[in-house]
């Protein structure tokens, strides 16, 4: 049994303090969720927002992470700074991520690797755009996401992968795959999951779904056969949206 794992990509918003305050009102009214809870802060926030959930369940998240141990990589943030301040949890491949700062499979797989070595758990965004969708090629897009992004991971290190499935035409414009769409889909990456792991990590692996999910539309996405949760952007940023999104399955 699967259980329902809610995440928040705060992406670019909330200054530290805010981010602290609401982070500390989310813990304590998380505190009887049941399901599991990841917020995903910018790096700065990370720390005052670790400190601010600490004694609770709610898993702090970063947005991403580099492939490198340690060096000349201006701008960027390593696993290892982030498990030293208690982050052990990283979002990789985020379609943003992919579109804007060009990150390709390849790239993003080298961070799945690194991440995974370094003992990190990962929300792996896949999901195609408007154009393929319409050209027929769900298919062949999610194929090539898996595929290559999942490349040298060991069945066991599965247990530390999370699937969001996020079409990138329903991200922020308020349009939400049909939950029949979604469930295809997250039907369709279990069984590519089972033709590369076998039936029992497909079986236990947590698909999310991510795209404009809000309060009025989360029941009946999370009450599809292959929906085990949800990564939200725009309404993880405020109690109220967020709470009725963590309580969705009560
Ligand atoms: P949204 O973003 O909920 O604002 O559509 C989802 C995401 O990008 O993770």
């Not at 039907?187 to 795209?211: C, D, H, M, P, W």
């Amino acid at each position: 049994m699967r259980k329902l794992y809610i995440a928040g990509n705060w992406k670019m918003n909330l200054v530290p303090s805010e981010a602290a305050e609401y982070a500390a009102s989310l813990a304590k009214a998380a505190k009887d969720a049941d399901v599991k809870v990841m917020i995903a802060p910018t790096f700065v926030c990370l720390p005052a927002v670790v400190e601010a959930v600490k004694g609770s369940s709610v898993i702090v998240a970063a947005q991403n992470v580099n492939d490198h141990e340690s060096g000349a990589y201006t701008g960027e943030v390593s696993c290892k700074m982030l498990k030293d301040i208690g982050v052990n949890t990283v979002i990789l491949g985020h379609s943003e991520r992919r579109q804007y700062y060009g990150e390709t499979d390849e790239f993003i797989n080298k961070k799945v690797l690194f991440a995974l070595e370094n003992g990190m758990d990962i929300d792996l965004c896949v999901g195609e755009t408007l154009e393929e969708r319409e050209g027929g090629k769900l298919e062949e897009v999610l194929t090539r996401q898996i595929e290559v992004g999942l490349c040298g991971v060991s069945e066991d290190q599965m247990s530390k992968i999370t699937i969001a499935y996020e079409p990138v035409w329903a991200i922020g414009t308020g349009k939400t795959a049909t939950p029949e769409d979604a469930n295809n889909a997250h039907a369709f990456i279990r069984s590519l999951i089972e033709r590369k792991f076998g039936s029992t990590v497909a079986e236990n692996t947590i698909i999310q779904y991510g795209g404009s999910v809000k309060p009025s539309n989360v029941k009946d996405l999370m009450s599809r056969e292959h929906i085990d949760g949800a990564l939200v952007g725009g309404a993880s940023l405020t109690l109220e949206q967020f709470l009725p999104i963590i309580n969705c399955n009560k």
